[in-house]
């Protein structure tokens, strides 16, 4: 079977993608620099999957480096790059730090595939590409707007990287999957997301207040022009999100895709406000959540769900988890990691 490169492999959505890979029977070798995932990943790939894939702790700005791990690893068929920083926060004070990490190991990824003739290319990309959408759900066709912030900037111009030497290079084919916002975690709870710090997102921040780990959620804004005033989302479930990259992967090297570069939207089609997702968590999970409103999150958008049709039509993908099925995998992660902790 294939070996697939995987940069980001230890992070979240990567760590969930490689034990989809292995499921299926690929071949997994993971570069990652470890700047915002644990090592201890690996033992949970290990446990769930019986494989514990390649590892090589490389940080993707570092050419050389690159360059030494390729020629170790010559049976590399195609890459799915996860590797990037990701805090629309940090990204706003610390420009040069995205714009050098995001694009530079996106050059060097790209330069180093053309040199070994690696042809195929799946790239983790973001809705933050429509910025707020004219109409709604969004699809593939809708404008491309003025990224908010430096991280949804280095998603923009990383796809058009990939066009542009999609272009020049007719033997190098790409798919470009745009997430919704991913949530929830592995069922066994054996991997799942491990923010650093005080988390940005929803779905953390909601398991850490119900830990007691966060005082209270503050929910950012109840006057937006929504059904209740909070904004609305498209939560996609890790695990569904994971299947998408193997079958973008399979697409690739079967040469099934109807052009060099395609773009997919990957989310359930449905939008659940911040509300709905606090109240569903709170079912489920029969828990009570300490939460108050506050004033509207700077930069945030009111409303982003995605049409589905052309992932569902072309790649025969579609989501399976139900959100009440993934809030509770996020909640059983949660406690399953403080445990360990203790
Ligand atoms: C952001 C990025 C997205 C990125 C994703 C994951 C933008 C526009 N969006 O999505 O590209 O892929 O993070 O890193 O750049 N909320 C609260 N209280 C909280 C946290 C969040 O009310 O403590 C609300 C937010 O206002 C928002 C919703 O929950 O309405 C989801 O927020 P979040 O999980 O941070 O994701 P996005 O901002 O949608």
């Known amino acids: 079977m294939d070996t697939i490169l995987v940069t980001g492999g230890t992070g979240y959505i990567g760590s969930h993608t490689v034990v989809e890979l292995i499921n299926e029977g690929y071949r997994v070798v993971i570069a990652d620099n470890l700047s915002n995932s644990d090592i201890g990943v690996l033992d949970g790939i ?12 490389i940080d993707l700005c570092d050419g050389t480096a690159l360059r030494e791990f390729s020629l170790r690893h010559s049976e590399i068929k195609a890459v799915i790059h996860f590797a990037a920083s990701k805090a629309v926060g940090e990204s706003v004070e610390e420009p040069l730090l995205y714009y050098r990490n995001n694009l530079v190991s996106l050059m060097n990824l790209l330069e180093e595939m053309q040199q070994r003739s690696v042809s195929n290319l799946v790239f983790s990309s973001s809705c933050t590409v429509y910025g707020q959408p004219d109409k709604l759900p969004v699809t593939e066709s809708a404008p491309v707007k003025k990224a908010e912030s430096p991280y949804g900037n280095t998603k923009k111009i990383s796809e058009d990287i990939i066009s542009d030497c999609i272009k020049s290079n007719s033997s190098l084919k790409s798919i470009s999957l745009r997430y919704f916002n991913p949530i929830g975690a592995h069922p066994s709870a054996l991997i799942g997301e491990l923010p650093r710090g005080v988390p940005d997102n929803l779905v953390p921040f909601i398991t850490q207040t119900a830990s007691g780990l966060r005082k209270e959620l503050k929910v950012f804004g109840n006057d937006y022009n929504t059904p209740d005033g909070s904004c609305i989302r498209d939560y996609i479930n890790v695990t569904d999100l994971a299947r998408a990259h193997v079958v973008a992967i399979k697409r690739l090297l079967e040469n099934k895709s109807r052009e060099n570069y395609e773009v997919f939207n990957l989310g359930t089609g449905r939008g659940v406000s911040v509300l709905e997702m606090i109240r569903t968590f709170e079912k489920v999970n029969s828990l009570k ?4 409103i506050t004033s509207r999150r700077p930069g945030d958008i009111e409303q982003v769900w995605a049409d589905t049709t052309l992932a569902n039509r072309e790649l025969g993908w579609k989501a399976e988890s139900n959100l009440e099925e993934t809030l509770v995998s996020a909640w059983k992660w949660e406690q399953n990691y403080r445990n360990k902790q203790k």
Do not use: C, W
């Open 289 to 292: 959540l300490n939460y108050s």
């Open 46 to 57: 290990e446990a769930i999957t019986g494989v514990r894939p390649g590892f090589e702790k």
